[in-house]
């Protein structure tokens, strides 16, 4: 089964990314890029990009970047910890993001999440940690016992 | 002025917060109480309540407790990090959070937030710093130039 | 066996935290007490307790209680992640603190702790997340293999 | 007055940087390299590095880069968060550091660190982030007044 690619997992986007409205452009088990359209929906009180959308955009893409990378050798990936600065406010057009990853262990992956404005000035970092567990075993049906 | 009340606020919630569904119980200068109920729209693709919700409420909640206590003495509040660890899922029910104030310092507020789900476990905890700021003058019409 | 105590601790104690001077006064599973007294050699050059040794004493005590706790069922526990906030400085007398257990997980136990003054003013806070892992097995000496 | 480089500073190195032995190689308003020499005194109970000293060593890199840095324009630097992953443990050798400034606002600067082993793998990253403050009007002594 090959690795999905940003337009299978942006076509499946349900749930809360799709509700603030997450855009995978591209993904592998080292970089992940994605974006989010500055729109009133996504804003606080005072007109500026929620800081939940980027803590929001640096969990979904260090956890699926991760999780798509672990599921063969039958693991999921978790969100452990996310820490978030914010240093400059973004107010239009779109909240570029680019997560690497610095760590890969065998318990714990950890990356970095670097956002941005339109013109590329550093606006949040997230340092995510991501725990990879075994998946739980399948449940059999109730029949199936 | 009086203060403005849970209520009040709940009226006036726009942008994110309404998006994904922050309600208000109880806010003053040390404590902030709110809960976000669990449906698929805040959930990620496991259908566990996204980490982003909780970064979301912990710094919508410590921001504004913050902006209302500092408005009186012209200045504003802008949330300078966060960091959330993750517990214990929440899949259904409701996302309750207690923020408690730490820190009051001249340039910064800290609040440690609580999440607990309906048996009242701890499922997340963040730490917000919160800075404060003098508001900007206001700008005048041009017509008053 | 029974669980070493403060005193036993305090005698063994080598490395580091005898260099920097950790006392402990009381460990537990869930909360551990511990000082460290203020002198020349645990200060930064303005004067002030430096922001290390929070972070050294955090590390020690949430590490300590908890690998003595999972010591029985043969695991071992290791710092994951240490995330420290300043709030006052603290320029003499003795540097309190208290860690407090607020989540007890199957691979991971997080840690709040609490640094104060002699006036009990909160001076510093940490959030520790500790690993649990299975111990490595022993190593047999070269002579029985 | 010319700015301090490494070798006077590391000449009028004293309290716990001496203590745990800070050895600062370059140090610039963007780019700090630091190193500690592996020894019994920086261990912990289990003959690794201890998490504090990664801890104490970005809190060191980071704000003595500010302090020099903004100086000039009568401010002063002191840590506000310290957060540090820890990713494979140290051993022996010699601890190298390298902070790197990721952000230069008006009231805080931030700095990532990356600690690496001998054989340069990334083995702890710490964000840090340095209030910037106005420095304190100096006290006239009592007879000036």
């Given at each position: 089964m090959a690795t999905p690619g940003p337009e299978q997992?942006?076509?499946?986007?349900?749930?809360?990314?799709?509700?603030?409205g997450l855009e995978l452009l591209d993904i592998s088990d080292t970089d992940v890029y994605a974006q989010v359209t500055v729109r009133d929906q996504v804003k606080q009180p005072m007109g500026l990009v929620h800081g939940g959308v980027y803590a929001s955009m640096?969990?979904?893409?260090?956890?699926?970047?991760?999780a798509v990378a672990v599921h063969a050798q039958a693991e999921t990936a978790m969100?452990?910890?996310?820490?978030?600065s914010f240093l400059r406010p973004i107010t239009r057009g779109v909240v570029h993001a680019h997560a690497t990853r610095i760590h890969r262990g065998r318990t714990t992956w950890?990356?970095?999440?670097?956002f941005s404005d339109d013109e590329d000035r550093t606006c949040a970092v997230t340092r995510m940690t991501i725990a990879v567990r075994p998946l739980p075993a399948p449940q059999k049906p109730p029949s199936a016992r």
């Open positions: 997992i942006n076509h499946a986007m349900a749930g809360f990314d799709a509700l603030y640096a969990e979904s893409m260090a956890s699926l970047a991760t969100g452990l910890s996310n820490s978030t950890v990356w970095d999440v670097r």
